[in-house]
């Protein structure tokens, strides 16, 4: 069986969960004699003259065959079209569909690549199976998380509320009174995928029922799989058939553990180490630790923030050179075989995350590695994080909530950790439900 995992970017320049995760199901589906390969869009792609319009290129990492195409912005201007319609995207995997003679299609992230990764398959008569791995279907950040700060339950006023939202200067043009009448004018008509031409009249057009557009499409594929209940139940109330969604949560890898160092017993410690692993972004809830941090009037704790500044430069380079508490160490990112080294130095891991998480794999990162969990209440992280058995929950945003939890733990961690967090599913698991989905929809033996 030969089956193409297509997502927004890979390995190994770009390293987030998304990419760890389809790392892990090609290479163990590879192992079980599936041809499994990749087809990656490359938003960091570099062109070697101006006339070109796009890329293709073949690579193997690791062992998994991987296809890369990158398509040049001058043939699609408009950012906003562009992460859903992208036309040269789309014939660029329709052509490479072809060339294989894929048996499957398994979509884990169409940014980038836009609704020819769910058009192209099905023009074909192949089975498609969506992963989703955030909100992106129903919300242009993905996040259903307002500028302000705000959880978004989804795209007001029929997208024209998520306009200023996106980009605040898409915002201020749109609202110079002949464009918004413009744009109010045409806002019930389909956003033509051929034309790309960049202005803001288009630019918040293509905003316009783009959610519609995209669940319309979603209800095409063959089976959504959702990661977390929450996930799955956010996606439902948004129109997505009940009766096409398969709930799997994420396996792990036991690869990205290897040669992890034992940890050392809490109470033979002299100070709580507490940890951040992940992004330095607003929505990933950093500023709200550090503030829990100032409110702890201890000195025996310490914390460690392990993460990139890459995603929001402006918010991390301000947040991190803002630190001035001698307990507060900012290591920066680490290289994935680092992780279990990371893990095995920390006492307990925060997530104080301000959006509906999906499954953060930062939190069965840390379960797996036996450290308990301190996460805000808020989307699938109650689903793993269980009081009492896993870790604690705080509500979402609030410093001083948080900095009580920790104080508690600092107090008496040998009573408060003595938690036994029980190892989230391995990726064999999903491996072998993965494949029985395969297996049933190609209709071949499993």
Not at 26 to 43: H, K, M, N, S, T
Not at 224 to 234: E, K
Request: glycine share 10%; aromatic share 6%; with cysteine.
């Amino acid at each position: 069986m030969k089956v193409l995992l297509a997502l927004h970017q890979y390995l190994p320049r770009h390293i987030t969960g998304t990419e760890q995760y389809v790392r892990a199901l090609a290479r163990g589906l590879r192992r079980r004699g599936v041809d499994a390969r990749v087809l990656a869009y490359e938003p960091l792609v570099q062109f070697d003259s101006p006339e070109r319009l796009f890329v293709e290129r073949d690579e193997v990492v690791e062992d998994v065959p991987v296809r890369r195409i990158g398509v040049h912005h001058r043939q699609s201007p408009n950012p906003e079209l562009r992460d859903y319609e992208n036309p040269l995207a789309g014939q660029l995997l329709a052509r490479h569909l072809d060339e294989v003679g894929f048996d499957l299609v398994h979509l884990f992230h169409p940014r980038n690549i836009g609704t020819g990764a769910i058009e192209e398959p099905k023009l074909r008569g192949l089975p498609l199976v969506v992963h989703l791995m955030d909100f992106w279907w129903i919300c242009p950040n993905y996040l259903l998380w307002r500028r302000d700060g705000s959880l978004c339950d989804g795209p007001p006023q029929g997208g024209a509320g998520c306009i200023a939202c996106v980009d605040e200067r898409l915002g201020a043009a749109v609202a110079e009174r002949r464009i918004e009448r413009q744009v109010r004018r045409i806002g019930a008509r389909p956003t033509p995928a051929g034309n790309q031409g960049a202005s803001a009249v288009r630019q918040a057009h293509a905003l316009l029922g783009r959610k519609e557009h995209l669940m319309a499409r979603l209800a095409q594929a063959d089976r959504v799989v959702a990661p977390s209940r929450f996930l799955a139940g956010v996606y439902q109330d948004h129109g997505l058939p009940a009766a096409r969604i398969v709930h799997l949560p994420y396996g792990l890898d036991p690869e990205r553990f290897a040669g992890m160092p034992p940890r050392k017993a809490v109470a033979g410690r002299p100070r709580l180490d507490v940890g951040y692993v992940g992004s330095i972004s607003r929505h990933k809830g950093v500023h709200v630790l550090l503030d829990a941090m100032r409110r702890l009037d201890r000195g025996d704790v310490h914390l460690h923030l392990h993460g990139s500044r890459d995603s929001q430069p402006g918010y991390s380079e301000a947040l991190v050179d803002g630190i001035d508490d001698p307990r507060v160490t900012f290591h920066g990112a680490f290289a994935p075989i680092e992780l279990g080294r990371v893990l095995a130095g920390l006492d307990v891991l925060v997530v104080p995350s301000l959006w509906y998480e999906n499954t953060p794999f930062s939190v069965l990162e840390a379960l797996h590695a036996g450290v308990p969990v301190v996460a805000s209440d808020l989307g699938g992280i109650a689903e793993i994080v269980v009081p009492g058995a896993t870790g604690m929950l705080f509500p979402a945003g609030d410093a001083v909530a948080l900095a009580a939890v920790l104080d508690r733990i600092a107090a008496d961690p040998a009573r408060e950790l003595a938690l036994r967090p029980a190892r989230p599913p391995g990726i064999d698991d999903n491996l072998d439900r993965l494949g029985a989905l395969y297996a049933e929809l190609v209709g071949a033996p499993a």
